[in-house]
């Protein structure tokens, strides 16, 4: 089980009062709003929840929270992003810089390993920009003994991934997971560095098993539910993975990107260890959110 101080304390305090009259749905539009899930999402939220206390006998404070988890999570989607066993798998981390885009790498190399009996797994220098990002993925492929295909900063990423994928099929390795230059892209840039990238994938991975990853950062608020906006109108994103939910009171950014963009969670960062990645599960989520034990 999660925990989350933030959010759900002040709901809860919020219940404590008898009279759910207009000003108390206002201060919780209020909370919601503050918990990152935006005005849209929380004005339509709370407008859904008063038409369910005139139409439903809501008893108690467990009641009201249920419902309030019933609506916050219908857009909610999440999927699994399983690499296939024997087959390769290409997983494309994009984001913005310092969103946790390395860390996710050998987190989620370290899962598959270690949950999914995916073994053969290689890691793809292609933030090629910042040399210190090849120096750290090299780093963590040493610690959990992976091979890191990498070229000197500065080259370009469609020829290391081109590299990674040459040896994953010497080695018939079943994934490939690959950085990419965290640079604040704007859509001109992301398409030109992506079409190269996919044609590259494209020509050797089956299209179902190349799948394009946005990390974001949970302490960044609506900034994420922006880039995600970009990236996915840009490139077209099949998952994204929540960082630092760990590091952040709100965390409500997961609703507003659902609602709007239609993308499902695959995992969530909850912590600094290599084990904090988790995959994302719905349930889990609202609970910590709302504070539902
Ligand atoms: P990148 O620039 O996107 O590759 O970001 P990094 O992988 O270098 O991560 C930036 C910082 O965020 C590092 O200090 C990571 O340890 C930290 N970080 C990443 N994921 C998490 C998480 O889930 N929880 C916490 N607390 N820190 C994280």
Redesign the pocket.
């Known amino acids: 089980m999660l925990k989350k101080k933030g959010l759900g304390d002040r709901i809860k305090k919020l219940l404590g009062i008898e009279n759910k009259n207009e000003a108390f749905f206002e201060d919780l539009e209020d909370i919601l709003i503050e918990g990152d899930l935006g005005a849209v999402t929380a004005m339509d939220a709370v407008a859904e929840l008063k038409e369910c206390i005139k139409t439903k006998k809501l008893k108690n404070e467990q009641d009201f929270l249920l419902e309030m988890k019933s609506i916050l999570g219908s857009s909610i989607k999440v999927n699994s992003l399983l690499p296939e066993k024997n087959k390769l798998s290409l997983y494309l981390i994009l ?13 989620m190399a370290n899962y598959y390993m270690k949950k999914c009996d995916i073994n053969k797994i290689i890691l793809s220098a292609g ?1 090629t920009f ?1 040399a210190a ?1 090849i120096d ?1 993925l090299k780093l963590h492929g040493n610690n959990l003994g992976l091979k890191v295909i990498h070229q000197k900063s500065g080259s370009d990423p469609g020829a290391v991934i081109y590299d990674s994928i040459s040896s994953a099929e010497a080695k018939g390795a079943e994934l490939v997971i690959a ?1 990419t230059a ?1 640079r604040m892209h704007n859509k001109e840039n992301l398409v030109k560095e992506l079409s190269k990238i996919n044609k590259i994938v494209g020509q050797r991975v089956d299209q179902n098993n190349y799948k394009k990853v946005l ?1 974001i ?2 302490t960044t608020g609506q900034n994420a539910l922006q880039q995600a906006e970009i990236f996915h109108d840009s490139v077209g994103i099949d998952s994204i993975i929540i ?5 952040t009171a709100k965390g409500g950014i997961v609703i507003p990107i659902c609602r709007q963009l239609e993308i499902p969670f695959s995992f ?5 260890k290599i084990d ?2 988790i995959p994302f599960d719905k349930e889990n989520y609202l609970n910590s959110l709302i504070g539902l034990s």
């Open positions: 984001g913005v810089n310092g969103v946790g885009k390395t860390t996710v790498i050998a987190r933030d910042r990002a750290q950085d965290g990390v950062d949970a960082a630092k939910y760990d590091s969530m960062g909850i912590g600094e904090d990645l």
